[in-house]
């Protein structure tokens, strides 16, 4: 009787045990033997000696005539000169200068790929054949490199479109380096009906053809405040006729170094940084006003903006204190408030597995949370996405120094890995949508 009852309850419990296995039915698009076959296509095309010239040329022509944030009219006109030539149709412009373009059936699902392109106030220290041409403006970003493997996967895509079951959305998006280049395009409507999206970016921390990513929150939310704390000027001699605003803006930043040291959970990483103070212009007089800002930044959105809220709280409290009034400005258009980077669990695991399918399973690496900070991250306030980094150090082709250096460099041995991966997952998607998860 005892046995019976056991083995009953095995067959009611094992069911149950069954549901919470989590599997990704849409890889089998690249396990089965014909998906092999559909590997082997994406890399032959990748891969082909006319492609990979054809990019360099493509990344090369961009190096030279880099643009700043929502001036790509020339990159703009490089993307739709291709784009013709491969009889693409697109959208143009988009957010001004930004060009959207759409591959495959025209019909759900529709999953985007998006490529950065402007480039940064920096001058290049890096001589080669195929330096900058414009004084002070340099793609030290990598972003050069992500329109040509974009335009790659473009190429891959519309060679293989009798494959698509699905509509691929490639977008190419200005002012990345302003923080709102993706806010603009999604006001657009480049997300409409998309169901997911994928971003890459390329980066010196890792050796070249290692992808890296993590799931669920990996990129620091980014904002900056500008604090200004007005008070009764008088001489400082008779500092009782005076209400002190250097005073007041003193307590509030070490009380602002307060939040995060006695505050927060010390294993929630956050970041308040004080970087500007100013204030007077004599040694003996107690000026009227002072002004300070810094930045600010977190992993999760709720850390994020409760930080965010904590700062006023902060400065408006001390700022009262010392019989002053505190005016607390989060900066908008020159350092707008960018959210966490928080990659969907289930597209990072879609592209976890293409990518190792692309790179092998040796070449992906679980990257750490970093506090760098990229627009990207409000695609996926949208939509479900995920964030790569793409490896590209390489000791002998000198690509060692990290973005935004005046001598960053990459390995263009790369473009073919990324214009890959992204094709890659795009194929793949259609399989992935039309599958249920059993949790």
Same mark, same amino acid.
């Given at each position: 009787?005892?046995?019976?009852?056991?083995?009953?309850?095995? !067959?009611?419990? *094992?069911?149950?045990?069954?549901? &919470?296995? +989590?599997?990704?039915?849409?890889?089998?698009?690249?396990?089965?033997?014909?998906?092999?076959?559909?590997?082997?296509?994406? $890399?032959?095309?990748?891969?082909?000696?006319?492609?990979?010239?054809?990019?360099?040329?493509?990344?090369?022509?961009?190096?030279?005539?880099?643009?700043?944030?929502?001036?790509?009219?020339?990159?703009?006109? $490089?993307?739709?000169?291709?784009?013709?030539? /491969?009889?693409?149709?697109?959208?143009?412009?988009?957010?001004?200068?930004?060009?959207?373009?759409?591959?495959?059936?025209?019909?759900?699902?529709?999953?985007?790929?998006?490529?950065?392109?402007?480039? *940064?106030?920096?001058?290049?220290?890096?001589?080669?054949?195929?330096?900058?041409?414009?004084?002070?403006?340099?793609?030290?970003?990598?972003?050069?490199?992500?329109?040509?493997?974009?335009?790659?996967?473009?190429?891959?895509?519309?060679?293989?479109?009798?494959?698509?079951?699905?509509?691929?959305?490639?977008?190419?998006?200005?002012?990345?380096?302003?923080?709102?280049?993706?806010?603009?395009?999604?006001?657009?409507?480049?997300?409409?009906?998309?169901?997911?999206? /994928?971003?890459?970016?390329?980066?010196?921390?890792?050796?070249?053809?290692?992808?890296?990513?993590?799931?669920?929150?990996?990129?620091?939310?980014?904002?900056?405040?500008?604090?200004?704390?007005?008070?009764?000027?008088?001489?400082?001699?008779?500092?009782?006729?005076?209400?002190?605003?250097?005073?007041?803006?003193?307590?509030?930043?070490?009380?602002?170094?307060?939040?995060?040291?006695?505050?927060?959970?010390?294993?929630?990483?956050?970041? *308040?940084?004080?970087?500007?103070?100013?204030?007077?212009?004599?040694?003996?007089?107690?000026?009227?006003?002072?002004? +300070?800002?810094?930045? +600010?930044?977190? &992993?999760?959105?709720?850390?994020?903006?409760? /930080?965010?809220?904590?700062?006023?709280?902060?400065?408006?409290?001390?700022?009262?204190?010392?019989?002053?009034?505190?005016?607390?400005? &989060?900066?908008?258009?020159?350092?707008?408030?960018?959210?966490?980077?928080?990659?969907?669990?289930?597209?990072?695991?879609?592209? =976890?597995?293409?990518?190792?399918?692309?790179?092998?399973?040796?070449?992906?690496?679980?990257?750490?949370?970093?506090?760098?900070?990229?627009?990207?991250?409000?695609?996926?306030?949208?939509?479900?996405?995920? !964030?790569?980094?793409?490896?590209?150090?390489?000791?002998?082709?000198?690509?060692?120094?990290?973005? =935004?250096?005046?001598? +960053?460099?990459?390995?263009?041995?790369?473009?073919?890995?990324?214009?890959?991966?992204?094709?890659?997952?795009?194929?793949?998607? =259609?399989?992935?949508?039309?599958?249920?998860?059993?949790?």
């Amino acid at each position: 009787m005892d046995h019976l009852r056991l083995i009953l309850l095995l !067959f009611l419990f *094992l069911p149950t045990c069954f549901s &919470f296995t +989590f599997q990704t039915p849409s890889i089998n698009e690249f396990t089965n033997q014909s998906s092999s076959s559909l590997k082997q296509k994406i $890399l032959e095309l990748a891969n082909s000696p006319g492609t990979l010239k054809w990019m360099k040329r493509i990344r090369r022509e961009i190096h030279e005539h880099p643009e700043l944030a929502n001036e790509e009219f020339r990159t703009s006109a $490089l993307i739709r000169r291709e784009l013709d030539q /491969l009889g693409v149709a697109y959208d143009w412009p988009v957010a001004g200068t930004g060009v959207v373009a759409k591959i495959g059936s025209g019909s759900p699902p529709f999953v985007a790929l998006r490529a950065d392109m402007d480039a *940064l106030p920096i001058q290049e220290r890096v001589d080669w054949e195929h330096k900058s041409k414009v004084d002070g403006k340099m793609h030290a970003c990598a972003h050069d490199a992500h329109v040509a493997m974009l335009l790659g996967a473009t190429k891959i895509l519309q060679e293989m479109k009798d494959m698509l079951q699905t509509t691929v959305v490639l977008i190419f998006q200005p002012a990345e380096e302003r923080g709102t280049g993706a806010k603009e395009m999604i006001q657009e409507k480049v997300l409409e009906d998309v169901g997911a999206i /994928l971003g890459l970016h390329l980066g010196s921390e890792y050796e070249t053809g290692v992808v890296a990513s993590r799931p669920g929150e990996f990129l620091a939310g980014c904002g900056g405040f500008k604090a200004k704390i007005s008070g009764k000027r008088g001489l400082a001699g008779v500092p009782q006729h005076c209400y002190d605003p250097v005073l007041a803006a003193s307590t509030s930043v070490i009380s602002l170094q307060n939040i995060v040291s006695r505050e927060v959970d010390p294993l929630d990483s956050q970041v *308040l940084s004080v970087a500007m103070i100013n204030a007077g212009y004599a040694h003996d007089v107690i000026p009227d006003s002072a002004t +300070f800002g810094g930045t +600010f930044r977190a &992993f999760s959105k709720k850390s994020f903006y409760g /930080l965010r809220k904590r700062i006023e709280e902060v400065v408006k409290g001390q700022a009262e204190v010392h019989r002053c009034h505190a005016e607390v400005e &989060f900066l908008g258009n020159e350092h707008p408030t960018i959210p966490p980077t928080t990659n969907d669990v289930r597209i990072y695991e879609l592209a =976890h597995q293409v990518s190792s399918k692309i790179v092998g399973e040796d070449n992906i690496e679980l990257a750490p949370l970093f506090t760098g900070s990229e627009d990207f991250a409000f695609y996926l306030e949208k939509v479900p996405g995920t !964030f790569l980094l793409l490896g590209t150090r390489n000791e002998k082709s000198g690509s060692t120094y990290p973005a =935004h250096s005046p001598y +960053f460099f990459i390995d263009e041995d790369v473009l073919p890995i990324g214009a890959a991966i992204h094709a890659a997952f795009a194929l793949s998607y =259609h399989s992935y949508s039309t599958n249920s998860y059993s949790l």
